[in-house]
């Protein structure tokens, strides 16, 4: 956008203040940067979960988000060791439902949030997260970020004092315009009262002064970096529908955004800077969370220095709050001239029996029960084969767990495993070497597994990139059902059973164990470990670089004794129904 076309939103005061920040060079600075992030970058791999609300204890959707993030930054990781790789998660404490939630259980705000936020760090350390960061709201070094970016912005003349009169969802922590709020009857009381259209959330009317930021002088430099090729908001769908109601001259997306309430309803929060009459809002003030974890302000002295960690290379969030870190976070990003993020990836939401969790219907799953029940690695697949699929929706189903634990996990790669490590097969080998030996001819029943198993690291770091994480997992699970079909095929426990059937059907087997447990190690980390130390493969040799068949290297002998990598699961009667 030239200068001219943007000054003219501002008024005349501002102008001569904001010029040398408003300029266009500025801003494309931030987008090319966005755009031109390589993978062989020396900048550490940076991934952000959304910080959650702690208004109530974690949920599957929060493991969701959690898990896609984990699992991105230990794939980072298991691309280039060298790199390094960070992942923040963490929760948001301020905010009037806070204030109000504490306010009902008789106890201070900060009581409240130490004990939520306690229960999501649970939950990190029950799934195996293995995350560098877990930042609060409440921290020292955030509320010194966000004062940071309040007077950068004031000073840049983005910040300015308006009133503001309109429809604001508590629950939502958001303002909601008068195109989407309708009247709702309550049909058990017959209380009528004003809804948000979109979500079914109870909106109150506010008249209050506070202070706006210009999100408006953005719309350009918005549109400019979602259609940047790859799209940076993931999926494409999400990025067609912003883009579509931004170029909507009837969009209010981008109207100025009310980032302060009156400390007199809102006490509980960061006060704005020099106006402690006014709280920052609470959207504006957990969005910088994820420059506070990255070392912001980097005035020295800071875990990572500018330049080290900041910008996000993903940013996983769930679709309903698509528009905070679309057009929001970017806008304040471009306002301080720092770079965008390179990924933000939206998922879906859980249902379960095809029916929205909510705890008035008492479908609301709990990820604890979950994990103890099924085992921690057999969520961890089952959320990210079944929830992998980020432009839908996914339904939670215990029969769907218990069909994929028994089919696929035990069924597939458990199943396998035991024919290619019983002792009444591998005594057939005419030498043990023969288990991690190529074949010198291959017959043609070996014909598609072999092109399975060569093209499968390039097909799931590709699904990967794509961010279609279920095609990923599909792709390790059609090699595994290839590989059974090709042992059922030669049949190596035959007397008949030639030493090259024997020699294919244990090799190949193997392999493909060995590759899909080098592959997987990021969404089952206890799991890929106990599978590679069933085969005998030596801890050094689980890179990303020995997934080609035939570069195991030596296999050292499995421990003595049967171990069952998916034991059976005895499904209580209350779970299973």
């Known amino acids: 956008m030239a200068l001219r076309a943007l000054c003219a939103r501002l008024p005349p005061e501002v102008v001569a203040l904001t010029r040398s920040h408003l300029e266009r060079p500025a801003w494309s600075r931030s987008l090319s940067s966005a755009a031109a992030a390589s993978p062989t970058t020396t900048k550490t791999f940076y991934a952000t979960t959304p910080i959650f609300y702690v208004n109530a204890d974690p949920h599957i959707g929060h ?17 280039d060791p060298r790199r390094g790789a960070i992942m923040c998660t963490g929760t948001d404490e301020h905010g009037l439902k806070i204030q109000r939630v504490a306010e009902a259980k008789g106890v201070q705000p900060k009581e409240l949030c130490d004990g939520v936020s306690e229960r999501f760090r649970e939950l990190a350390r029950a799934a195996n997260i293995d995350h560098q960061v877990f930042i609060r709201t409440t921290e020292a070094r955030h509320r010194t970020a966000v004062e940071h970016v309040w007077r950068e912005l004031q000073k840049r003349g983005y910040i300015y004092k308006s009133s503001y009169a309109g429809w604001y969802a508590v ?147 769930g679709k309903d709050i698509v528009r905070f870190h679309a057009l929001y976070l970017p806008a304040v990003l471009l306002a301080l001239d720092l770079p965008l993020p390179k990924h933000l990836l939206t998922h879906g939401h859980w249902t379960m029996d095809k029916f929205k969790m909510s705890k ?45 634990y028994r089919k696929d996990l035990s069924g597939q790669m ?82 008949t059973a030639s030493p090259s059937d024997v020699h294919r059907a244990l090799f190949f087997g193997s392999e493909t164990l060995r590759i899909a447990g080098i592959l997987l190690q990021p969404f089952m980390p206890t799991k890929a470990a106990q599978l590679l130390d069933m085969l005998g493969v030596d801890a050094a040799r689980r890179r990303w670089e020995d997934c080609e068949i035939g570069k195991g290297g030596h296999r050292t002998a499995p421990a003595a004794g049967k171990v069952h990598l998916w034991p059976a699961v005895v499904v209580p009667e209350a779970a299973a129904s």
């Not at 493991?63 to 691309?79: E, P, Q």
């Not at 057999?378 to 996914?394: E, F, H, K, P, Q």
């Not at 035991?418 to 591998?426: A, E, F, G, I, Q």
């Open 360 to 404: 008035s219907r008492g479908n609301v799953a709990n990820p604890f029960e979950a994990m103890q029940l099924w085992g921690v690695d057999a969520m961890r697949m089952y959320l990210m084969r079944v929830g992998g699929n980020s432009a839908s929706d996914a339904d939670y189903s215990a029969s769907e767990i218990e069909r994929f």
């Open 63 to 79: 493991l969701h988000s959690t898990l896609l993030a984990d699992i991105y930054t230990r794939h980072a990781r298991l691309r």
């Open 171 to 317: 629950s939502d922590e958001a303002y909601v315009p008068e195109g989407q709020v309708g009247e709702v009857i309550d049909p058990k009381s017959g209380e009528k009262y004003m809804a948000s259209t979109e979500t079914g959330t109870r909106v109150e009317w506010m008249e209050e002064e506070n202070y706006k930021f210009r999100l408006s002088a953005f719309r350009e430099p918005l549109l400019e970096w979602l259609t940047t090729t790859p799209n940076p908001v993931q999926p494409p769908s999400r990025t067609t529908a912003l883009v579509s109601s931004l170029s909507n001259p009837s969009s209010t997306d981008l109207n100025d955004l009310s980032i302060s309430r009156p400390a007199s309803r809102l006490s509980w929060g960061i006060p704005v800077p020099d106006d402690p009459q006014h709280t920052i809002y609470v959207w504006i003030d957990a969005l910088v969370n994820y420059l506070t974890a990255a070392g912001y302000p980097w005035l020295g002295g800071e875990a990572f220095e500018k330049g080290k960690v900041w910008p996000p290379d993903l940013q996983v969030v």
């Open 414 to 495: 458990g199943n396998l495993l035991n024919r290619v490590t019983t002792k009444k097969l591998t005594k057939k080998l005419e030498s043990p070497e023969l288990m991690c030996t190529m074949p010198t001819t291959l017959e043609k029943e070996d014909e598609t597994l072999v092109k399975l198993l060569e093209d499968l690291p390039a097909a799931f770091d590709g699904h990967l990139a794509s961010f279609d994480v279920h095609r990923a997992l599909s792709a390790v699970f059609d090699a595994l059902a290839e590989s059974n079909r090709h042992v059922q095929l030669l049949s190596p426990w035959l007397a």
